[in-house]
T-cell receptor, first 111, second 115 residues
Framework: SQQGEEDPQALSIQEGENATMNCSYK?????LQWYRQNSGRGLVHLIL?????REKHSGRLRVTLDTSKKSSSLLITASRAADTASYFC???????????FGTGTRLQVFP | KAGVTQTPRYLIKTRGQQVTLSCSPI?????VSWYQQTPGQGLQFLFE???????NKGNFPGRFSGRQFSNSRSEMNVSTLELGDSALYLC??????????????FGAGSRLTVL
């Protein structure tokens, strides 16, 4: 079963705009990760944020985590056509030793 | 260093057959996890192996099995294939045990089509 659900399911923007994706999850977690998947390929790790962290940056990526609301957001600033991909959040719940993926957001960036 | 290598990349089988997929992790990585990805169910955890031992298993029937060799390479097997087994099977490796605590490096996947 899915631990996380991403919102929106799909997002279309123009190059240069910012893209924001949200992830909600159900149980307490140790960490939350974001991955990107280009069409039909493997996933690429983007960023990991621990449960005691509230915000993390990596290049054009900004991730926030609100454990009280059980939610996270991924912001991609100044998007590029190459950012077109599906983005997944993945959680590491306290009571398991598994990484559980959300449903994903399909991002389309038009040149 | 070489990434995670999965073979074969594409395969077509018929119902009732069995299939074996292979995964070679990044050199030095001892943990290998397997995921099934379908449009309907998304990414579902299958199992994790560390040092030749299965550490975790997802909610899949016994037709799905796996193993890990002493060189950390892993195989998964699906017997008595069903149409619903059509999916992209992804393998991921990490340097330490515990797929949740660590960053995973994924292979490109094996696309299985069951006719």
């Amino acid at each position: 079963s899915q631990q996380g659900e991403e919102d929106p399911q799909a997002l279309s923007i123009q190059e240069g705009e910012n893209a924001t994706m949200n992830c909600s999850y159900k149980t307490s977690i140790n960490n939350l990760q974001w991955y990107r998947q280009n069409s039909g390929r493997g996933l690429v790790h983007l960023i990991l944020i621990r449960s005691n962290e509230r915000e993390k940056h990596s290049g054009r990526l900004r991730v926030t985590l609100d454990t009280s609301k059980k939610s996270s957001s991924l912001l991609i600033t100044a998007s590029r056509a190459a950012d077109t991909a599906s983005y997944f959040c993945a959680t590491f719940p306290y009571n398991t030793d598994k990484l559980i993926f959300g449903t994903g957001t399909r991002l389309q960036v038009f040149p | 260093k070489a990434g995670v290598t999965q073979t074969p990349r594409y395969l077509i089988k018929t119902r009732g057959q069995q299939v074996t997929l292979s995964c070679s992790p990044i050199s030095g990585h001892r943990s290998v996890s397997w995921y099934q990805q379908t449009p309907g169910q998304g990414l579902q955890f299958l199992f994790e192996y560390f040092s030749e031992t299965q550490r975790n298993k997802g909610n899949f029937p016994g037709r799905f099995s796996g193993r890990q060799f002493s060189n950390s390479r892993s195989e998964m097997n699906v017997s008595t294939l069903e149409l619903g087994d059509s999916a992209l099977y992804l393998c991921a490796s990490s340097s330490q045990k515990g797929a949740g605590a660590n960053v995973l490096t994924f292979g490109a996947g094996s696309r299985l089509t069951v006719l």
